[in-house]
């Protein structure tokens, strides 16, 4: 579903997070990269909208979004955290030669793990929830 701003001020006023604009166009900004990007790159998008916007402003509001639940934080090759908008139940796959993180929904695979988690319980642990992260190189897809 594409994230408009007004779906993304409804949203705000959902969680009590008082709707400004640099909020607004932050938000918009991360749902419409797919590329799970980091907070440099936000940055890099949302002061062409807001010219004015400090970088500090941008990290605080994404981690306002991440304890909200709201925006998830990936750490990907080499340690840099990146950002991920989609609520919807999916795996990440990781490029090792890219760096690339990719979104991949399979719900086989998670009814797979989730069934098995369900009869393997971890000792000591409640699982809430998994996502998985397959490492590997993306290869020319979609081409002959």
Do not use: C, W
């Amino acid at each position: 579903m594409m994230m408009t701003p007004e779906l993304i001020r409804k949203k705000l006023k959902e969680l009590n997070l008082k709707v400004t604009p640099q909020r607004v166009v932050i938000l918009k900004t991360l749902a419409d990269n797919k590329s799970h990007p980091t907070a440099e790159e936000i940055y890099r998008e949302v002061i062409k909208k807001q010219p004015n916007i400090a970088v500090g402003t941008v990290y605080n509001i994404l981690e306002t979004y991440v304890n909200r639940g709201i925006v998830e934080k990936i750490s990907s090759i080499g340690d840099k955290m990146r950002y991920d908008v989609v609520s919807e139940d999916h795996h990440h796959l990781f490029s090792k030669n890219s760096d690339e993180i990719e979104d991949y929904f399979n719900v086989e695979l998670a009814g797979i793990i989730g069934r098995y988690l369900e009869v393997n319980e971890i000792p000591g642990f409640k699982v809430e929830g998994f996502k998985l992260n397959i490492s590997g190189e993306f290869t020319k897809r979609g081409k002959n």
